[in-house]
T-cell receptor, first 114, second 110 residues
Framework: AQSVTQLGSHVSVSEGALVLLRCNYSSSVPPYLFWYVQYPNQGLQLLLKYTSAATLVKGINGFEAEFKKSETSFHLTKPSAHMSDAAEYFC????????????FGKGTRLSVIA | NAGVTQTPKFQVLKTGQSMTLQCAQDMNHEYMSWYRQDPGMGLRLIHYSVGAGITDQGEVPNGYNVSRSTTEDFPLRLLSAAPSQTSVYFCAVRSYNEQFFGPGTRLTVL
């Protein structure tokens, strides 16, 4: 069975500081990995995805994530936080064949302090 | 091209009432799912379908029924609503390497 663990239910950073949101996965087969963002009272928007190509994946709004098989990790980073980045972020895993639903972590709420 | 649509956006029910949450897609993908989102719990899978006539249970199926008669539609039924079903419900459509979400239905059960 696949699972995702997001370390830290709430992360707070200062505006302009590095954003690091942690995601570790468990999967018995090579995975696809995803990061979604949810702004207050809105739906889910895909930030970026790893689908077995380059291990460093660039997404929207300046975010990127690196797939590290040896560490079973897919941490999300952004060099400089902006107030508009305040949102909830979800990491998700699935198999590469597309035969299983995405399994989500519990989410990390990012606050950005002026 | 609407993508994934959900109705209603908001709903208030009394305990014991029944209702159907509607989900429709115009993306022509076979794979559809229903999730519920609760604070601190992330998104939990309720039911999913890999095509018309085929459905299966997810992590939290109790209290919910689904059926899939067409590729486009995947309704979620609450037969007898309970306060524990107060949540935000998302329908999703999966291509092989991406999943698209509807805007959600916020359900309150009193």
């Amino acid at each position: 069975a696949q699972s995702v663990t997001q370390l830290g239910s709430h992360v707070s950073v200062s505006e302009g500081a590095l954003v690091l949101l942690r995601c570790n996965y468990s999967s018995s087969v090579p995975p696809y990995l995803f990061w979604y963002v949810q702004y207050p009272n809105q739906g889910l928007q895909l930030l970026l995805k790893y689908t077995s190509a380059a291990t460093l994946v660039k997404g929207i709004n300046g975010f990127e994530a690196e797939f590290k098989k040896s560490e079973t990790s897919f941490h999300l980073t952004k060099p400089s936080a902006h107030m508009s980045d305040a949102a909830e972020y979800f990491c998700a895993v699935s198999d590469v064949a597309g035969n299983t639903p995405l399994v989500f972590g519990k989410g990390t709420r990012l606050s950005v302090i002026a | 091209n609407a993508g994934v649509t959900q109705t209603p956006k908001f709903q208030v029910l009394k305990t014991g009432q029944s209702m159907t949450l509607q989900c429709a897609q115009d993306m022509n993908h076979e794979y559809m799912s229903w999730y519920r989102q609760d604070p601190g719990m992330g998104l939990r899978l309720i039911h999913y379908s890999v095509g018309a006539g085929i459905t299966d249970q997810g992590e939290v199926p109790n209290g919910y029924n689904v059926s899939r008669s067409t590729t486009e539609d995947f309704p979620l039924r609450l037969l007898s609503a309970a306060p524990s079903q107060t949540s935000v419900y998302f329908c999703a459509v999966r291509s092989y390497n991406e999943q698209f979400f509807g805007p959600g239905t916020r359900l309150t059960v009193l």
